[in-house]
């Protein structure tokens, strides 16, 4: 029987079970092209959630996008928010970015070629789906819960990404974790399912995959790799986070997992004196004075539970090596215990 792992490298032409997920409000363009580069899927991230300028969007995005084609061969995917206004219309941002992910793929040539998925999270996509699969695109999207799996699901999605509320950076109002959500989802939905949330190392790939899975995504063991674009700070910084190192904050459309320091404390005041609008700017602004300026006192530092779990800072190669490898090493190993389970109900049934 083909396994949704196989189904899913099929889809996408990849080789590793590995998917880099999008880490706005940076294109993370370098990282991207590191993992599609090393036989994973790399995603060129939203470069604002908040900036409304069509030109810097386009621009920042379509950039990333060239980029990436232009050094490797490899497929890629986008990542883009959803986000609504109260009238239920797309935020302006949600929308330049598929439309400009979807031009992208209909332009063609080695562009159109190596981008081959859109994911979606933060809201739901709804009537996006279909322009964005006519267009040539796979559709992932990236959900919380086994109800809106199900209903991206039965919107026509092709792939599911279920993230668990250890994850870093906007998180879900209603927290469900990765241990709860992802067999859940697995086994409610017939299409390839990734994980995603607190995964870090091959026990996790393994673990998932045995569970049915098609793969893996990660957000925050990527920030802590050579490739990774941000400032050194912020990479360190992950690294050495130690255990309940993290906190849960207000972001801006919904509640963001990240790390403790001096800068959280001023978010309760940027709450109370902002105007929402006010608020969105202030925060994305703060996140990027620690990822771009590596002012990770006073800045505001998105990053997963999973950080305290981090000892190094590979390249993205190496990474991906050593989770396939030792993935690939625990499954092998576990055919033997497999079979004392065998033997173990067999006995007790006799
Ligand atoms: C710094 C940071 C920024 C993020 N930005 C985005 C984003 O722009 N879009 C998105 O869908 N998810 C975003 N996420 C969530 C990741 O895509 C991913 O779901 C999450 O990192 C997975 O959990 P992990 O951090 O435990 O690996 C972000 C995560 C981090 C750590």
Not at 19 to 28: A, F, H, I, L, R
Not at 82 to 91: I, K, M, N, T
Not at 183 to 207: K, Y
Not at 319 to 327: G, K, T
Request: proline residues 5%.
């Amino acid at each position: 029987m083909t396994s949704m792992w196989e189904r899913y490298r099929d889809m996408l032409g990849i080789s590793h079970p590995i998917v880099q997920d999008g880490m706005g409000p940076q294109p993370t363009t370098m990282l991207a092209t590191a993992v599609s580069n090393a036989g994973g899927l790399g995603s060129i991230s939203s470069p604002s959630i908040v900036n409304t300028s069509e030109t810097y969007l386009r621009d920042g995005f379509r950039a990333a996008i060239e980029y990436i084609a232009a050094h490797t061969d490899a497929p890629f995917a986008v990542n883009v928010p959803v986000g609504r206004v109260a009238s239920g219309e797309l935020l302006p941002v949600s929308e330049t970015c598929i439309s400009e992910a979807i031009a992208a793929k209909r332009d063609g040539g080695k562009v159109g070629n190596q981008l081959v998925a859109l994911t979606t999270s933060a809201g739901y996509p709804g009537e996006f789906i279909a322009t964005i699969q006519a267009a040539g695109l796979i559709h992932q999207a990236k959900v919380g819960s086994v109800r809106h799996a199900i209903k991206a699901r039965d919107a026509g999605t092709d792939v599911i990404i279920a993230s668990g509320y250890e994850m870093g950076g906007h998180t879900h109002v209603n927290g469900v974790h990765t241990m709860v959500l992802a067999p859940q989802v697995i086994e409610r939905l017939n299409c390839p399912v990734i994980v995603s949330g607190g995964l870090c190392d091959g026990r996790g790939l393994a673990a998932m995959l045995a569970m049915g899975a098609a793969g893996i995504a990660m957000g925050t063991r990527f920030i802590a790799t050579v490739e990774h674009e941000w400032h050194e700070r912020y990479k360190q910084r992950v690294v050495d986070t130690p255990e309940w190192g993290d906190q849960v904050f207000q972001g801006v459309y919904a509640p963001c997992r990240g790390l403790k320091n001096p800068g959280l404390e001023k978010l309760p005041e940027a709450l109370r004196s902002k105007t929402p609008d006010e608020f969105q700017e202030w925060e994305e602004g703060e996140m990027r004075r620690a990822m771009r300026e590596g002012d990770i006192e006073n800045g505001l530092l998105p990053g997963g539970q999973v950080a305290a779990a981090l000892t190094d800072m590979p390249t993205v190669a190496e990474l991906i090596e050593r989770i396939v490898r030792d993935a690939a090493d625990l499954l092998g190993g576990a055919a033997a215990t497999a079979e004392q389970l065998r033997l173990g109900r067999v006995t007790t049934a006799a």
